[in-house]
């Protein structure tokens, strides 16, 4: 079998195109692992990474253009060259001892080299520069993080101990420098005054860090941190009902249950919560609305500026629908387990002021108990430069509503005219008429209610008094 095999010529050619594909695959493979070739017994390697020492008067001179590292291709017999590889004699160094100050190109050499092989270096030159040391005095300024201090408050006058840093580099160099900036980052959401350490850097214009010396490296910052803001909840209050009275509304909710109240401590106190009104007269089925979140009185911002509210819906049986108060009797009810607002009234006045009808609607059987307070003035808040506009109630012309509150007995008997407020708010609103949502604010979550009309027209016009300057000028 194999003499036949070895006698045909076909055969003969694929065994020696095998062998001689191996032989040729096992000698590259040899030379890219090792970088080692073979010339007449002389073995070349490459070390790479050799670190560039340099040599100059470090106390009065500064350098710069010297590479980290440099390749070094050795040559000689094979087992000298390995054991070059292995060892950390070799170094590259550049020696401007006797150098002249400015731009000049040197030669790399290197030491460290037994003297029966040959070193060539890669790059052989390098382009540096030598200049005379200059130090210069620099005021630091300090830069945090945005995590460093927590939502709802900010730094204040930030001191540096040492507040200057000497510096040290050529004249170059220093003329570069824009910024020296103490970096705070290691600190997270704080709420009170700290101190802590920060490493300091030299950049320039365009924010690239500079290679300078730098005494000290490091300086202690103290930062004061003050209330700018509060965080409070968010409650969502039903306004209207769907025009289609076999719908109803099951629920109203966000995933931002809270905001940040930017504003002085004085304003933000009087801040326990932020009631939005959802008008759900055009709901038919489940909806995602995003709605902006009202400015309280007296506040610079909220965070966030809106938020993304869910509304549920769900069919009415047909007997229960048929209980419902309709549109027509101008009594939409608005429930809401969460309408506590800031700005609730004190209970100075008499409980029982205003109160009517306390008789209504009491059922022995669960101890409920419905009251009405007719005629309640509306409250206008968040009117932008309310000290240059006039407000005109279009609807109601008399700028009061009628309000109905169910609850436990012993709770509606104990409620008054001064635990509530019903709001329009007005915020970033000027000219013109204006159709509000109406809500009740300080309203315990133990309440539910029906106003005789949800939303108010109002008009917005701007005082007399600015339109006679006008004239006048």
Known sequence: MMDRILTNKWSVRI???????????????????????????VYVDVINNVPVEVYYDKD????????????????????????AKTQANLIAYIDLTNAKVGTQSVKIEIKGLSDRLKG????????????????????????LNKSVIADGYEAGSIK????????????????????VKATVSNEKDQTSDFTTKATISAFDVNLNKLDVDINPEEVEVTVPVSKIGKTVPLRFQQSGNPADKTVTITSITSEDEKVTVIGSEAVTDKVEQITIPIDVTQVTEDKTLEVPVPVPTGATSVTPTSVKVKIKTGKKQNDQSSNEPSESDGQPTNKSPNVTEPDTPTK?????????????????????????FKDVPISIIGLVRSETYNTEYLDPKSGKVSITISGIKKDIDALGRNDFNIVANMSNLQDGTHTIPLTVHGLASNFTFTLSQSKAEIQVTKKVADASDQISN
């Open 60 to 83: 009065n001179m500064n350098v710069t253009g010297v590479p980290d590292t440099v390749d070094v291709t050795v040559s000689g017999s094979k087992g000298l060259v390995q054991l």
């Open 15 to 41: 065994i020696s195109l095998i062998f001689a594909a191996i032989l040729f695959t096992s000698v590259t493979s040899a030379a890219g692992n090792n970088s080692l070739t073979t010339t007449e017994g």
């Open 160 to 179: 540096t101990d040492p507040k200057k840093v000497s510096i040290t580099g050529s004249k170059e160099i220093l003329d570069q420098i824009a910024y």
């Open 120 to 143: 060539t270096v890669n790059p052989p030159t390098a382009k540096v520069t030598l200049a005379e040391k200059v130090t210069k005095k620099y005021s630091v300024e300090v830069e």
């Open 348 to 372: 100075d006045a008499g409980k029982d002021t205003d109160k009517q009808d306390d008789s209504a609607d009491q059922d022995a059987s669960t101890g409920q108990k419905s009251t009405e």
